[in-house]
């Protein structure tokens, strides 16, 4: 798998289009598909008000690389290789999850206050690479 370098996350060349968006930000219409990302449910948010459609926690990290990263930005080089090696081995998922996003907006959502260093845009780099 490639680096994206340059690319802007959210752009699509296939028809759809990818957002990321904090799951305690509010729901919108353009939102599209809306897709949890993480592996546990956010702290003290309920299920009506995030309105998510889907809960994938089988494309989340695992607790391992979850709990190693602690969201700690001198650690996202190393995340970003780990879990993209980890998402390898869910190749049927990740395709699945591209196939939609051809088909319209989906908006990943995630539960980090960190908006560039979570698993979501590293989701999204590898969403883009299939596009």
């Known amino acids: 798998m ?4 340059s ?3 959210g752009k699509r ?3 759809g289009r990818i957002r ?7 729901p919108a ?3 599209g598909l809306r897709v949890l990302v993480d592996r546990l449910w956010p702290r003290g948010l309920a299920k009506e ?8 926690q089988d494309l989340a990290p695992s607790d391992a690389l979850r709990k190693w990263f602690g969201h700690d930005p001198a650690h996202w080089e190393d995340f970003r290789r780990r879990y993209r090696r980890e998402l390898q ?3 049927e998922e990740v395709k699945g999850l591209a196939e939609l996003a051809r088909r319209g907006t989906i908006t990943l959502v995630y ?14 780099e590898l969403l883009e690479e299939l596009s």
């Open 111 to 124: 539960g980090s206050r960190d908006e560039e260093h979570n698993n979501a845009v590293v989701l999204n």
């Open 20 to 26: 990321l968006k904090r799951v305690y930000d509010a």
């Open 2 to 5: 490639r680096s994206m370098g």
């Open 89 to 91: 081995g869910r190749v």
């Open 49 to 56: 008000a995030a309105r998510i459609d889907e809960w994938r």
């Open 7 to 9: 690319r802007r996350p």
């Open 29 to 31: 219409p353009c939102d």
């Open 13 to 15: 060349s296939m028809g």
